[in-house]
C-alpha cells in the first residue's frame, strides 16, 4: 500500500529556475491537497482539487501552479523559484472534504 | 473566519509521565476536530477526529482527546507517554457553513512534544 508518494525528497533550485513536484496517490480519492509547512508557522494550503479537471487556489497560491489531468496525479509547479518558496511542501488526499486526508512524506526545498 | 490556536509551541515532559497538549479554536457552529503527529522528516497521520457524537475520543497509541463546546477547545492526552511520542502534534478544524457544507480545514502551528528519558 503506497498511499501518497511524492518526489524528489530534496531539491535545491537557483533564483529564477522551475520545477515539478510530484505527488500521486493510489487510494481512489477525490480530493487532493498540496501544503507548505514553515517552521512555527503549521501547514498552508496552496491549492486543492475536487477531482480531476477541477482545481482551485488556497490561502497561498501566488507563485504556484497546478493540474490535475487523473484523479492519482496532482504536481505542483513552480515558475519562477523565489527564495521565499523554500519551505517543506506535502501533498495530501482524502476520500471526502475536511475527513481523514493522508500525507506523502514531504518535499523539502531550498532556493538560493 | 476559522481559526485554531496551539499556545504552547514547546512541551518538555518525562517519560512515563502523564501530559496535556492544549488547542482552542474560534467558531460558533458546528466544528470537525483533529489532531495530527509528525514523527521526523515524514509527513502527519491522523491520531483521532472529532466529528460528532461522544466528546470523548480516544485515538492511536494511547492518545485521547475531549471536545469542550463551551470552552471551544480540544485539548489532547495521554497518561504516560514513551520516547516514542516524541513527535511535533498539529490540531486542526474545519467549521461549518451557512450554506452548507463544511469549510476546508486549517491547521494549529504545532505542538512539540519532547520526551525526556
Known amino acids: 500500500n503506497a498511499g501518497v508518494t511524492q518526489t524528489p525528497k530534496f531539491r535545491i533550485l537557483k533564483i529564477g529556475q522551475s520545477m515539478t513536484l510530484q505527488c500521486t496517490q493510489d487510494?481512489?480519492?477525490?480530493?487532493m491537497y498540496w501544503y507548505r509547512q514553515d517552521p512555527g508557522m503549521g501547514l498552508k494550503l496552496i491549492y486543492y482539487s475536487v477531482g480531476a479537471g477541477i482545481t482551485d487556489k488556497g490561502e497561498v497560491p501566488n507563485g504556484y501552479n497546478v493540474s490535475r489531468s487523473t484523479t492519482e496525479d496532482f504536481p505542483l509547479r513552480l515558475e519562477l523559484a523565489a527564495p521565499s518558496q523554500t519551505s517543506v511542501y506535502f501533498c495530501?488526499?482524502?476520500?471526502?472534504?475536511?475527513?481523514?486526508?493522508?500525507f506523502g512524506q514531504g518535499t523539502r526545498l531550498t532556493v538560493v | 473566519a476559522q481559526s485554531v490556536t496551539q499556545l504552547d509551541s514547546q512541551v518538555p515532559v518525562f517519560e512515563e509521565a502523564p501530559v496535556e497538549l492544549r488547542c482552542n479554536y474560534s467558531s460558533s457552529v458546528s466544528v470537525y476536530l483533529f489532531w495530527y503527529v509528525q514523527y521526523p522528516n515524514q509527513g502527519l497521520q491522523l491520531l483521532l477526529k472529532y466529528l460528532s457524537g461522544s466528546t470523548l475520543v480516544k485515538g492511536i497509541n494511547g492518545f485521547e482527546a475531549e471536545f469542550n463546546k463551551s470552552q471551544t477547545s480540544f485539548h489532547l492526552r495521554k497518561p504516560s507517554v514513551h520516547i516514542s511520542d516524541t513527535a511535533e502534534y498539529f490540531c486542526?478544524?474545519?467549521?461549518?457553513?451557512?450554506?452548507?457544507?463544511?469549510?476546508?480545514?486549517?491547521f494549529g502551528t504545532g505542538t512539540k512534544l519532547q520526551v525526556i528519558p
Open positions: 495530501a488526499s482524502s476520500n471526502r472534504m475536511n475527513t481523514e486526508a493522508f
Open positions: 487510494m481512489n480519492h477525490n480530493y
Open positions: 486542526a478544524v474545519s467549521s461549518s457553513l451557512t450554506s452548507g457544507g463544511y469549510q476546508k480545514v486549517t
